[in-house]
């Protein structure tokens, strides 16, 4: 059974930055891609950043590119996500998922935390 369990989120107020981590176990994730979805308040879900099973390419949605960079630690099957100068419409519950690769993943992951996202809140 899979389990992608995140964390690192919270309460900033806006141009903070802050980092998300997702660990994840129950199979060998160092082919999988891996990545972030979140859902705003009132929105609907959609896909945030996602890097490579060998972290050579990353994708990431036009509302954080140059703000945000995803990581992987493929050794210990976490991946991070990068807030920096973060903004109050970046507030969302934020997911992890994994999937083959990144296009996949795209259109809807394999598995991701749904239901047991890291809460993201920015003040302005």
């Known amino acids: 059974q899979v389990q992608l369990v995140g964390s690192g989120g919270g309460l900033v107020q806006a141009g903070d930055s802050l980092r998300l981590s997702c660990a994840a176990s129950?199979?060998?994730?160092?082919?999988?891609?891996m990545g972030w979805f979140r859902q705003g308040p009132g929105k609907e879900r959609e896909f945030v950043a996602a890097?490579?099973?060998?972290?050579?390419?990353?994708e990431y949605a036009d509302s954080v590119k140059g703000r945000f960079t995803i990581s992987r630690d493929s050794a210990e099957n976490t991946v991070f996500l990068q807030m920096n100068n973060v903004k109050p419409e970046d507030t969302a519950v934020y997911y992890c998922a994994v999937d083959w690769d990144i296009s996949a993943m795209k259109s809807g992951p394999l598995d991701a935390n749904w239901g047991q996202g890291t809460q993201v809140t920015v003040s302005s």
């Open positions: 129950g199979r060998a994730f160092e082919s999988y891609s």
């Open positions: 890097i490579s099973w060998n972290g050579d390419s990353t």
